[in-house]
């Protein structure tokens, strides 16, 4: 399977509630990206956690990161109906490539 | 800064015809990226470039794809000769080589192959 999966798959929940999104990756990172993206948009990146950091604030996002459990975790606090989007997981190896592998999504959808 | 430019945004194509899609990158970046898009697959890495070289083409589906990028402002992907199932959105970003991959992207290339 591909590296860096998200889930849930879809999420809806209430505007103001919290949402959680979860990605587990299977190789050794330099670093793990999460990005939003809007229909019919590309890619915006949103927070940028390196593999010796634990978690990272960043406005109402809060990413963690669990080397041992390959796997990240992004939380969105007081969700508001702009927040909906599809989340994206992003990694990129410990071997200088450039490259990042994306996965699958999760699709967020806030109800006002 | 306008950010990573395409062009089309859109573009309707029969099968069998040459499809060529463009991409100008960030000033002063000098990674560039070319992803496609899709339901089934997800967003999959076709090619990159750094410094105008290709280094990774491995994504690319096969031959009838093909990428330039001749200058540091300008890339190309072209499919010859085009097929149904190329029909995706395809994307191209840019990052700086060195320091943190964060990768900008363009809006988006919607291909349709009938």
């Known amino acids: 399977s591909q590296q860096g999966e998200e889930d849930p798959q879809a999420l809806s929940i209430q505007e103001g509630e919290n949402a959680t999104m979860n990605c587990s990756y299977k190789?050794?990172?330099?670093?793990l990206q999460w990005y939003r993206q809007n229909s019919g948009r590309g890619l915006v990146h949103l927070i940028l956690?390196?593999?010796?950091?634990r978690e990272k604030h960043s406005g109402r996002l809060r990413v963690t990161l669990d080397t041992s459990k390959k796997s990240s975790s992004l939380l969105i606090t007081a969700s508001r109906a702009a927040d909906t989007a599809s989340y994206f997981c992003a990694t990129d190896g410990d071997t200088g490539r450039r490259a990042l592998t994306f996965g699958s999504g999760t699709r967020l959808q806030v109800q006002p | 800064d306008a950010g990573v430019i395409q062009s089309p945004r859109h573009e309707v194509t029969e099968m069998g015809q040459e499809v060529t899609l463009r991409c100008k990158p960030i000033?002063?970046?000098?990674?560039l990226f070319w992803y496609r898009q899709t339901m089934m697959r997800g967003l999959e890495l076709l090619i990159y470039f750094n410094n105008n070289v290709p280094i990774d083409d491995s994504g690319m589906p096969e031959d009838r794809f093909s990428a330039k990028m001749p200058n540091a402002s300008f890339s190309t992907l072209k499919i010859q000769p085009s097929e149904p199932r190329d029909s995706a959105v395809y994307f191209c970003a840019s990052s700086f080589l060195v320091g943190y991959n964060e990768q900008f992207f363009g809006p988006g290339t919607r291909l349709t192959v009938l």
């Open positions: 000033s002063g970046h000098n990674s």
């Open positions: 956690i390196r593999s010796n950091e």
């Open positions: 190789t050794s990172i330099n670093n």
